[in-house]
């Protein structure tokens, strides 16, 4: 959803290496550009390399990647407006940002505490709805070939908070670009929001211009801000998914049995970029604790959050036909509740 939940975590989490080799011998008969704003490392580049590999030995040297990280290619938009000119073939990693310039529906998955766990993104949107969103996608000329994600963001404090009221009073952050954040920070109840870049936020902590951000385990660390944080409100406030993406038209030109190897690579690797952003949140927050970070009491927490909910639930509505169409949203929730149903008889038995 955001510029913090953007950078950040993809900024460790995923692709990493040098760009995937050229092959010394020639170029294959298709070569596929696509970029990401990832800087190259991470623990994903074994990833990309394992990929890479197995997709010239089943198409015998014919298909290759070719993969542009770190933003040399710009930012996100960019490399979607890119994909458009033909200039690239895909975009790696995508955060909603960029998944958003392709299809704004995406950006439904971003409305504040929809999502409580990762089984119920891993059952509604992963798996459940994996064939509305890959037609959501294709609709606006791109095919959705995996998911990944970002993760959960929470809230960080330089003073503690421990009520609904303190809130009001925190000099909260509001990342710059995004009108769907800016508007749930808002409703969440922060009345003091402070316009900054992603980049700024670090100097804001440090001279008092904000006292608190919002972000996922990692990005607290990656950027530094742990060091002007001491409070974690420790219930997830919205979830970012990430995705990559290729071109329609470009990828229905390819051969079939290219196209299908492709696709199938991707899929096989999905589970494991998933488990890799799910590993460094579990590990970040582990290292914010030894660091001395401090959880906002479970009572006071769960008081402070429903204040948030009940502030934020409107924002599902206001955005439909502006970004979603509403039988989308409909159909998460219902799907959403169903499970939860589910989940909560299956404890009762």
Not at 46 to 63: D, I, S, V
Not at 121 to 143: N, Q, S, W
Not at 164 to 186: H, L, N, Q, R
Request: proline residues 4%; neutral net charge.
């Amino acid at each position: 959803m955001k510029r913090t939940i953007l950078v950040s975590i993809i900024f460790l989490l995923i692709a990493g290496g040098a760009a995937i080799a050229e092959n010394k011998k020639g170029e294959p008969e298709y070569l596929i550009k696509m970029a990401t704003i990832a800087p190259e490392m991470g623990e994903g580049s074994e990833l990309m390399y394992k990929m890479n590999e197995e997709l010239m030995k089943r198409t015998q040297g014919r298909l290759k990647l070719r993969v542009y990280f770190g933003g040399v290619m710009g930012d996100e938009p960019d490399i979607v407006k890119k994909m458009r000119l033909g200039q690239l073939q895909g975009g790696m990693v995508l955060t909603l940002l960029g998944l958003g310039h392709i299809c704004p529906a995406a950006k439904v998955l971003e409305l504040p505490f929809l999502f409580n766990n990762h089984d119920e993104i891993d059952h509604v949107v992963f798996t459940e709805m994996r064939p509305t969103f890959a037609r959501l996608f294709e609709e606006k000329g791109a095919y959705l070939v995996c998911w990944s994600e970002i993760g959960f963001g929470y809230y960080f404090f330089k003073n503690r908070v421990n009520s609904f009221k303190d809130i009001k009073k925190v000099k909260m952050v509001s990342f710059t670009g995004d009108p769907v954040f800016a508007a749930a920070e808002k409703a969440a109840g922060f009345e003091n929001l402070i316009p900054l870049h992603i980049s700024e936020t670090l100097t804001g902590l440090q001279t008092g211009l904000i006292d608190g951000t919002l972000g996922p385990f990692l990005s607290v660390i990656a950027f530094q801000w742990f060091s002007y944080t001491n409070y974690v409100l420790n219930l997830p406030f919205s979830y970012s998914p990430a995705g990559t993406v290729v071109d329609k038209k470009f990828f229905d030109r390819l051969p079939r049995e290219l196209r299908e190897v492709f696709f199938d690579v991707w899929r096989k690797w999905e589970p494991e970029w998933i488990q890799i952003a799910r590993r460094m949140e579990k590990d970040s927050y582990g290292a914010l604790l030894q660091r001395g970070m401090v959880e906002i009491e479970k009572e006071k927490a769960l008081a402070i959050a429903e204040e948030m909910k009940k502030g934020t639930h409107p924002l599902y509505d206001k955005f439909i036909d502006e970004y979603y169409p509403s039988w989308l949203l409909a159909e998460i929730l219902e799907r959403l509740a169903k499970y939860r149903a589910e989940k909560s008889e299956g404890k009762s038995r």
